[in-house]
């Protein structure tokens, strides 16, 4: 098998960006991306082109809407945790792994999400203690 063929069955494979951008806005909307993603570029004057520019420049961005493609619009199960390290364009998904219908997503779930991350990181940092960015004194 060549290295090109065990990348087929990952929805990104031979799928632009503009591609991956344009359904899911399509789909979903600027208002549910950017409460899922909260990425500013589907918050204010959020159009196709401007956010496109903005994820070209920008990998970090690029793989979240990237991951978001793969995990919420095709359903896949979440990746093992080698592939999670990877860039989603080299995830590796198992051969016969069929992409289900989109999930459904709300304003709703996407803020008790919010809340519930919030909840972790404050019972993380009250575990650990705060932190000092400029080192300890």
Known sequence: MSNSDIYKANPLHGTSLETV???????YGFEILSAYMNLNCF??????????????KTSWA?????AFYMYQYNSLPKAD??????PPRDRIVPA?????????L???DA???RVKTAEKTRE???????TNPWGSR
């Open 21 to 27: 951008l344009t359904t899911l806005v399509d789909h």
């Open 43 to 56: 918050k204010q004057n959020a159009s196709i082109e401007s956010s496109l520019k903005f994820l070209k």
């Open 62 to 66: 690029q793989e979240k809407v990237e």
């Open 81 to 86: 945790d080698a592939n999670f390290e990877l």
């Open 96 to 104: 016969g792994l069929e992409q289900r219908p989109p999930k459904e």
């Open 106 to 108: 709300s304003l709703e």
């Open 111 to 113: 803020e008790e999400i």
């Open 124 to 130: 993380r940092s009250a575990r650990t203690g705060p």
